[in-house]
């Protein structure tokens, strides 16, 4: 009989120091996975500043992997050939294609033109960006360009106006101007 308390005891204590060091192990991972939020929080505010400073100095491109036409159809595209870029005063749209032929050289039509609006709001708590600005252009007479941009990079623009009332969405990631590999056709 005293063989068996001491025998449960010693199996009580062995539970109790197990279930001890499974609180301490789940403590330890809830403080881990909080550190590597923080850092992720940490990380998305410096990408969202970086943006906020390339859209403040009007250099960079929206690399489109999906175009998107009036009618709804959306088509994936090349990024090197389908791209809204703004370099300081000036933007440039293109919209090309890999196996065609087209007025620039690049499968498409390569719109360029001077910005005249740029109005930036940032959104602090959704971190996010609102981009309008107006183009006055050689080939379109006047384009309204339309972006939201995320924290990300993660950019949707939308183009319309000019004559003949063309309508069409980027949809890709924003870059900084010389981090881009876009190819630039020829403009009128």
């Known amino acids: 009989m005293k063989r068996l308390v001491i025998f449960l005891s010693l199996v009580f204590l062995v539970g109790l120091v197990h279930a001890r060091e499974i609180q301490k192990d789940t403590l330890g991972r809830k403080e881990a996975r909080s550190r590597k939020k923080a850092a992720q929080e940490k990380e998305l505010q410096k990408q969202f500043e970086l943006l906020y400073h390339v859209l403040l100095t009007r250099s960079f491109v929206l690399e489109a992997d999906f175009v998107e036409r009036k ?5 994936r595209v ?8 703004v370099d300081s ?4 749209i293109q919209v090309g294609a890999d196996n065609r032929l087209g007025f620039n050289g690049a499968g498409g039509v390569t719109d360029k033109g001077k910005i005249t609006g740029y109005i930036l709001t940032r959104n602090d708590k959704n971190r996010s960006f609102f981009l309008k600005m ?9 384009l309204d360009i339309f972006l939201d941009i995320d924290a990300y990079g993660n950019a949707d623009a939308v183009v319309s106006g000019g004559i003949f009332g063309q309508y069409f969405r ?5 870059v900084p101007l010389d981090e881009s590999g876009v190819y630039h ?4």
């Open 170 to 174: 980027f949809d890709g990631r924003l």
């Open 71 to 75: 009618t709804g159809l959306r088509f």
């Open 78 to 85: 090349n990024r090197v050939l389908n791209f809204v870029m």
């Open 185 to 188: 056709g020829q403009s009128p």
């Open 89 to 92: 005063a000036e933007a440039s």
């Open 134 to 142: 107006a183009v006055r252009s050689s080939l379109s007479a006047h």
